[in-house]
């Protein structure tokens, strides 16, 4: 899904043209290169085979912190007075900003402090404490880490290196705009860039405007974490109540001011994009490139496989910027669930089919040549089953065509293929019915994810209601997922839900959920 920037349903006011101009004078005159490297512009050949045009990988994963972040940390601290820089300086980060500011600092003989969530993986942490910097772990969650941040500051008068509203940082991440205009033979088409708080394509779509105005210049944001997509819809910036966590590169509520005011006078679209379409732009990049990129890195590409779909050009130089690399190795198991779902590559079904003996072989013989990829059943009804299964396509046709098929010969199939709950619990559950439990309410919460923290979950819970269904499964995010059911009789529904409200936990309930019904209810 794009916007456009400045189209007739937006109201936006345009930045100065002074303001552009100062941000490209601070961009050819960065000092990035005192640390950062000139990476390299590469071909993608499988991408460009597929998707029949010329597709380029702009390789920041291959900068010294594996993230092109140490691009605007540096040039903002080394712009520091003797003073200034004597100071020290602060941030808060649970990412590569955080390793940035800790790489450039130490670089300039500096003092750096980070202020970074619990919740922060060890080997982030780790990665930071390594080189140098002074971390302070406060909170569960960014907003409470940028808030001790805040107070450290007027306590200590270390200077705030923002990670993205601040024209130096912006500027540093502008030298990727140059790097790409240098680099290409000839006129690139498009240059998709991951958005998160805004500096990054602030920066470069600043660089590319001012140089070749005619180069489209497309941000991308996962739905679940659309900040500037809602933002320039609005006509203003937008807080969002919640963000995803997958994409924990690009996951902030709100974007910077003054990035925003960049954007609007210099990116033509934003692109948003699901996590199953993040997961295929990670296998498709390691395809390439035999790199792992973070989601948030891989968030481009999936962008610009979104923006050929839909517009369908030919032969065209199109330009992802790979953000990063720096991946949890325990994401892996999720992301490779999820590749051939993000690609169209698999569908998963709820099938409904006779109870009796060689159902099973019949089913697959109208499945055809596909292959089966799952499986899951247990006997629930002498009558009829109700199958989740797998199946290998070619295609969102060739799904929709399949299940249209199945109904045909008179199996009920339901396409599950973008159902939240489905893929990420109940495929895990089939087989778990209780038939003698009957005012079950489901929900879904999330939780920190931190030593300890599902017991404290659990314990939170208490034992005013039964609890009739509990999943949970580690996918190396830094919040936890689960799907919880509680017997509740209906004349409890409204203490109930001021139940839910008072655990303090981020919380859905889901009384119609398709999956559930059919496998679990």
Request: hydrophobic share 40%; net charge negative.
């Amino acid at each position: 899904m794009m916007t456009t920037f400045g189209s007739d349903d937006c109201e936006t006011v345009p930045v100065k043209q002074t303001i552009l101009d100062e941000l490209l004078r601070e961009i050819l005159s960065s000092r990035v290169y005192d640390v950062a490297k000139e990476t390299p512009l590469e071909s993608a050949a499988k991408l460009t085979s597929r998707l029949e045009n010329r597709v380029s990988l702009k390789r920041e994963d291959l900068q010294p912190i594996f993230s092109f972040k140490v691009r605007g940390a540096y040039n903002k601290i080394a712009q520091l007075s003797d003073e200034e820089q004597s100071k020290g300086v602060i941030t808060a980060s649970a990412g590569n900003h955080a390793q940035g500011v800790a790489f450039a600092a130490k670089r300039l003989g500096t003092r750096a402090v980070i202020v970074m969530p619990q919740t922060t993986p060890a080997i982030k942490v780790d990665a930071v404490a390594e080189m140098g910097a002074e971390v302070i772990l406060e909170g569960d969650t960014f907003a409470e880490a940028k808030e001790r941040c805040d107070a450290l500051v007027i306590e200590t008068d270390l200077i705030f290196v923002h990670p993205f509203d601040d024209p130096l940082v912006v500027a540093g991440q502008g030298t990727i705009g140059d790097e790409i205009l240098r680099q290409s033979k000839g006129r690139p088409h498009a240059v998709f860039v991951p958005i998160g708080g805004g500096g990054l394509i602030a920066g470069i779509g600043a660089y590319i405007k001012a140089i070749q105005p005619n180069v489209r210049v497309s941000g991308v944001e996962p739905f679940e974490a659309d900040a500037m997509y809602q933002s320039i819809a609005a006509g203003k910036r937008v807080s969002l109540e919640s963000v995803g966590i997958f994409a924990d590169g690009v996951a902030v509520r709100e974007v910077g001011e003054y990035t925003m005011s960049v954007a609007q006078a210099t990116v033509d679209e934003v692109i948003r994009v699901s996590n199953d379409e993040i997961c295929a732009a990670l296998k498709d990049i390691f395809d390439d490139t035999r790199s792992i990129m973070e989601p948030a890195g891989a968030l481009s590409v999936a962008g610009l496989k979104a923006y050929v779909a839909r517009e369908e050009p030919r032969d065209e130089h199109l330009v992802a910027v790979l953000s990063g690399a720096n991946m949890n190795f325990d994401r892996l198991r999720f992301v490779a669930e999820r590749a051939e779902l993000g690609e169209a590559r698999e569908a998963v079904f709820a099938v409904t089919i006779p109870e009796r003996a060689g159902v099973f072989r019949e089913f697959c013989g109208s499945i055809g040549r596909r292959v089966i990829t799952e499986f899951n059943y247990r006997l629930s009804s002498r009558a009829e089953a109700h199958i989740f299964v797998g199946v290998a396509t070619q295609s969102k046709t060739d799904a929709q065509d399949l299940a249209e098929e199945l109904n045909q010969k008179g199996y009920e199939a339901v396409d599950l293929s973008n159902d939240e709950i489905a893929k990420l619990h109940v495929r895990h559950m089939v087989g778990g019915r209780a038939p003698d439990v009957t005012t079950e309410s489901l929900c879904r919460f999330e939780f920190p994810e931190r030593p300890g923290a599902l017991m404290q979950f659990l314990d939170r819970l208490g034992g005013r209601w039964n609890i009739s269904l509990f999943h949970y499964r580690n996918h190396g995010a830094d919040y936890g997922r689960v799907l919880v059911a509680f017997e509740v009789p209906e004349s409890e529904r409204k203490e109930f839900t001021a139940f839910l409200d008072s655990l303090g936990y981020p919380y859905h309930q889901e009384p119609n959920n398709k999956a559930y019904s059919l496998f679990l209810s």
